[in-house]
């Protein structure tokens, strides 16, 4: 966390104990997850496989071996459970982001099998608790496990004295009738009745691969009709036999054999929430445990309870739900540790705060007097200011707490410092940490205006980092396409020259797009490039112009909203987008324009007037250019199907900032109320639109409206009873 790699790599290298591999493993992942190389994450695979299995031997060992670490908090072997569940969570992270969807497949439920193990260390917390405040029994042992099952299988589970699961029989009430009494044949044609036992010990449980299995779901339907069971997948097999593994709208549709419903009830354990100073953390074994189980159960909820509308079956096989309020507390709690696990903890929770909830916008309001009761709600300043100093003093070198001082400062309008920041330190010695630096000194050029700056950044990073070249290359472009309309009246030899580079950049990035694929397929962003630029050519077909006076709309400005770059910019710069997208409507040929360009201007003009609170003019503009136009006429083609519903987010987001100045006013609770049910009918309606370009980046801005009035009606229960 010092940006010495290698150091830690040399530490390690001579070790070949549980967590020297866990170690090895973290170093991999990071260097993996900073720069997306193929070559790295196959490493950082093969790492992380041997820190599991090690692990999980080590766990084994532990719990028949009386010399092995008794603590006072949790069970023997829980050392290398969390390991265990530490290298299952990165391991899922860099499957996920792996192109295969096999692998992608593969990490999501490793997420599931991380969460039984995390799941049974806090509740051993829990109990110990409970004894020390002497406030009765002990928590029962599978009682979180039972919270992941049905009520028939947590019966079943109950009545094994053992403690061993029977996974067959309790989740065989649980699955469709063709995917029951399955019989798998094994190797040489022998059929046998696959019965697996997971091992579950003190509350704590430890899956291995090996014992995974896994049914393929035939492509869901409309109709109630039961699908026939069309093959099986183990995991040791998954590379070999992938080919009915199908994608229902994006979606990965499989079948775990124990896969127990999306529904649970709210979870029942209490938090450990001492300082490390407590005599509880004497022993640095357990304050290893509690730390790390803290990072990682906390980031699981969070990132799982985040997941936006259109990827809302990958529940279904992680197979729970998340909590955000739990797993921030709990990332919180973490970063309290001077350790790896502290580290990292502040790390994710700067990047939640300074990335996230700085693209969201309707979020809940920030208030000082309950911060330290709730650091969920909104966005706690003066803590992450805190929280940032804290984790510069622990390690000076890193840049990664240089690029989150910048985030932070664009969060907080000030482009302009943040860019100073990220232009005035060192080189960083890690490439991967200078690729992100150099992709954050480019979103904020394009923030601000400052188009030489974006286009050559932007370029840079294609030589630093190989994510989507498409849309580094088209980034550029657009710079290219403001300079050539400043220029294009006072200086047409520099409009010349501007003309130029911007046809040569965005011609060039859909050669680069479709060669980097998540979950097997397209980055949407370069689909959404590709079609772009085709539209573009198609429009200088028909309009029989040049390609650079066919490109429409502010393309640049199109890329700060859907970044939220104007939730950054300050009112100069405010101001200076409205000028931006006014050179369309100055535009000779904007009365020829067809619906499909003035829906993408009017989304774009209301995004900018609602920064700038003029709140009336933002919808006018979005009534006239959107709402009113039949929907129909706004997607098929090459045309942005994604205005529409963009339209009815920016028409809820509206709603809630004139909410919150209504509060300002004190306005009363019913005039508050009445904003509220506005917001509420504007953003569910873009909740429940149809599949469209874009849709999981516009989601998770909406899921995060959807929990943010969700908290607010559970408070205004609260007051009214």
Known sequence: MNDDLDGAESGLGNGNSSFHKLGKGMVAFLRATLGFEPDVMKEASEKLADAEASASADHRRAQRDSHAHQSSIYPPGAEYALCHAETQLMAAVVGVLNESLTESIKGFYKLRKAYLSLDGILVAEARYMKKREDLGADIPEKQSLESLRSNRSARSMKGNPTGFVNRRASAESMKPPSLQSVKVPKSGGIARENTILARHTNGIRVDDDDDDEFFDADEVHDHGETMTYSGHLEMDAMEKDTRNISLQNGIASAYARDLPPPKQRSFGH??????????????????????????????????????????GKLLFIIGFHGDKDRGIRMLWQASKFHNFNGAMAGLILLGYYNT??????????????TLDKNPVEGYPKERCEALLADMRRRHPKSHLWLLEEARMHAFNKQISKAISILETSTKSPLKQVEALEMFEKSLNAMYSHQYELCSRSFIACVSLNNWSHALYYYIAGAAEVELYRRYKLSDPKVAKKHEGKAVELLKLAPQHAGKKKFMARQLPFDVFVARKVKKWEARAHDLRTSFIDAVGVSPLEEMIFFWNGYKRQDRSQLETSLERLAWSETNPSWSREGPDEKAVFGVLQAATLRNLKRWDEAKQTIRENVLKVNAIELKGGLKDDWTAPAAHYEMGVIC??????????????????????ECETWVEKAAKWESYELDAR????????????????????KVNA
């Open 656 to 677: 809630w900032m004139q909410r919150g100045e209504a509060v300002k006013q004190h306005s009363g609770m019913e005039v508050e109320e009445k904003w509220v049910r």
């Open 698 to 717: 516009i989601g998770l801005k909406i899921a995060t409206a959807q929990d943010t009035l969700k908290r607010w009606n559970e408070k205004r229960a």
């Open 270 to 311: 209490d938090l450990l929430d001492h300082d490390p100073d407590s005599e509880i953390f004497s022993n640095p074994i357990d304050v290893f445990i509690h730390s790390g189980a803290n990072l990682c159960f906390g980031l699981l909820l969070v990132m799982i309870s985040m997941i936006p509308p259109a990827f």
């Open 356 to 369: 996230l909830v700085g693209f969201s916008d309707i979020i809940p309001d920030s208030d000082p007097a």
